[in-house]
DNA sequence: GTCTGCTTTCTACCATACCAGTTATTGTCG
DNA sequence: CGACAATAACTGGTATGGTAGAAAGCAGAC
């Protein structure tokens, strides 16, 4: 028996591990808009615990960014940093472009058929509509190229940097042809990583990665009481 | 008067953010090893205050990822994240690189004084001999850089790499002949911006963040009991 | 009508008590 | 002596009461 074995089960899930799910799907969903107070007391009340368990699941929330705790005062759900966006968004370009560049210069062509198989299923979720796989598949696709790249720790990166304007995108429409834009770009991606063209990759990547731009800046215009800055 | 007036002054300091503050530096300053065992009630005797503000901060570096809190065993300082810490360098790469492209393509001439002048303070500083101010003027000259490329958010990502292999650092001497690699770098990079040549540029940033992949390679070898994976 | 100062009410913070798991110890039995 | 089971000690999780501080409302003075 090793004492230095590690259980990693961690299966216990506490009180204020679910509350701290429910609010922070509640913030993202934006079913909680940014300036809502959120008091212990009151969503203690509204969950049926005590004040306990809130507390803690507003401390982790608070460490997020998604509320604001002011000591004495209040607690409310944050507006939308829009300097957080630029970051989230600047370091998944930078990272992307990297995972390009090294993609070029070290694949070897074992992701062929993995890479074919999922442009096929995001082709099929086109014409059936289920956009929810669809953003499975372009996370997976997204997944390969680091694989392709000898960086798969780096899909973390993406998939945090996507956490940070998640809550935004609620606010636009899931637009049936952007989605087949996307398709369109990721074939390309495919094509010119195929045939090594660094140059060519990595300005499909920012173009690829700009058509989220437009969203963005439609929302922070006809929302902008949901943003700090 | 407008009432969406924030007060951003949040003078107020708790005692759970004084508790955090000081195990935070012991955490990364190594003060605290990891694998040390943290239970609330200890701690909250050892600083004469209720477990309640105790648990409070322990949430938050549970959070940063500095403790691991296992509910009903016991709360231990964590070892530090292979992948964690090569994701953090793979991120800086990534955006040094993009800071650099950008700085090429955009870079107006306006900090050309404030180089020379950060460059001159850093031969100074290795003359004395105080490193403390070396680690600032380092980061300061990285800090030109984003400006020069129109990022000055990036500073901020760049901090947060850093952050994440800080702890690891406290285990390599202070060398000063590297101090004078770092500095020599800092002359070549700056040279290459001027003169806007991206290739070379690109190089040589690459190079530069290499010289801390030697120490981590060194740190990870000989103390391998500080590290998971 | 406006300003000032008090009071009331709300907030998050902290202390304490108790609970439910986990771990370590110890004592028993084969 | 060794395996194993009962139990004691300890862990973090939760509930609750009290406190200090901030905000809002109100009353009185000017």
Do not use: W
């Amino acid at each position: 028996m090793n004492t230095s074995d590690i259980d990693l089960t961690q299966v216990r899930r506490t009180t204020a591990d679910e509350l701290f799910d429910q609010l922070r799907t509640d913030i993202e969903k934006l079913r909680l808009r940014p300036g809502t107070k959120l008091s212990e007391a009151n969503v203690a009340q509204q969950y049926s615990v005590s004040r306990q368990p809130v507390r803690e699941a507003l401390i982790r929330l608070d460490n997020l960014e998604l509320v604001q705790i002011r000591p004495q005062k209040a607690t409310i759900v944050r507006r939308m940093s829009k300097s957080t966006i630029r970051q989230a968004r600047f370091v998944r370009l930078s990272v992307e472009l990297e995972i390009a560049r090294r993609a070029c210069a070290h694949y070897d062509g074992r992701l062929d058929e993995a890479f074919q198989e999922n442009l096929n299923q995001q082709s099929a979720c086109l014409e059936t509509g289920i956009f929810k796989d669809f953003n499975r598949l372009d996370r997976k696709f997204h997944a390969l190229l680091c694989e392709a790249a000898g960086c798969v720790d780096a899909i973390d990166i993406i998939d945090q940097c996507k956490a940070k304007v998640d809550r935004l995108c609620v606010l636009s429409l899931t637009d049936p042809s952007s989605a087949q834009s996307i398709l369109d770009d990721h074939h390309r991606i495919l094509e010119s990583l195929l045939s090594r063209d660094v140059e060519q990759l990595c300005a499909q990547t920012e173009q690829h990665l700009q058509r989220l731009d437009a969203t963005i800046d439609y929302v922070q215009q006809n929302h902008e009481d949901y943003f700090d800055e």
